[in-house]
């Protein structure tokens, strides 16, 4: 079965300092990958997408993401975090392959930055 | 923000009776989910819909059932509520089932 791991539960950090959140998949095939911030008491927002080409993706508000197949691995990063950043923060993988069923979330990090 | 309505925002309800959550979309997607949140759970799949009449058990679909009979409602039904199912639901939707987009939330606690 498809699962996702987020390695860090909750990360604390200063305004300025970079950020780094982990997220690795375990899938045999080949998946579409994602990272979705929710903001307090908000819905889930798309932050940005992996479907395929540049390993390197770019998202809204500075935030980046490298996809690592050797690796399984597809970390969130922006180089100067803000404290408008405070947030949760999911890493997703859905199966190519067939079906219809939903994404598959990891459990989510809690990032709090600091003024 | 895609046109996905849930209703009601917040729910309080008695343990044993039944609970209807309804998701409304504009947007004519063709796929549908409910979520629920949970803390150190993250948002888990509940049941999904591929078409209208078209659906699907998830991750965690036990104590809860699902229609849509319409390509822009997807209601999901708890049959008698338990404690154990106080959580956030977060409908979704997708187009193609690349990214979702996801309504906001409906609280439900069950005392």
């Known amino acids: 079965a498809q699962s996702v791991s987020q390695h860090n539960h909750h990360v604390i950090l200063s305004e300025a300092a970079s950020l780094e959140l982990g997220c690795n998949y375990s899938y045999g095939g080949t998946v579409n990958l994602f990272w979705y911030v929710q903001y307090p008491g908000q819905h889930l927002q798309l932050l940005l997408k992996?479907?395929?080409?540049?390993?390197l993706v770019k998202g809204i508000k500075g935030f980046e993401a490298e996809f690592i197949k050797s690796k399984f691995s597809f970390n969130l990063r922006k180089p100067s975090v803000q404290w408008s950043d405070t947030a949760e923060y999911f890493c997703?993988?859905?199966?190519?392959?067939?079906?219809?069923?939903?994404?598959?979330f990891g459990k989510g990090t809690h990032l709090i930055i600091q003024p | 923000d895609a046109g996905i309505t849930q209703s009601p925002r917040h729910k309080v309800t008695e343990t044993g009776t039944p609970v209807t959550l309804r998701c409304h979309q504009t947007e004519n997607h063709r796929y549908m989910y409910w979520y629920r949140q949970d803390p150190g759970h993250g948002l888990r799949l509940i049941h999904y819909?591929?078409?209208?009449?078209?659906?699907d058990k998830g991750e965690v679909s036990d104590g809860y059932s699902v229609s849509r009979s319409k390509t822009e409602d997807f209601l999901l039904t708890l049959e008698s509520a338990t404690s154990s199912q106080t959580s956030v639901y977060f409908c979704a939707i997708s187009e193609k089932r690349q990214s979702a987009f996801f309504g906001q939330g409906t609280r439900l606690t069950v005392v």
């Open positions: 992996y479907f395929s080409g540049d390993p």
């Open positions: 819909s591929y078409g209208v009449k078209d659906t």
């Open positions: 997703a993988a859905l199966n190519t392959g067939g079906g219809a069923d939903g994404l598959t």
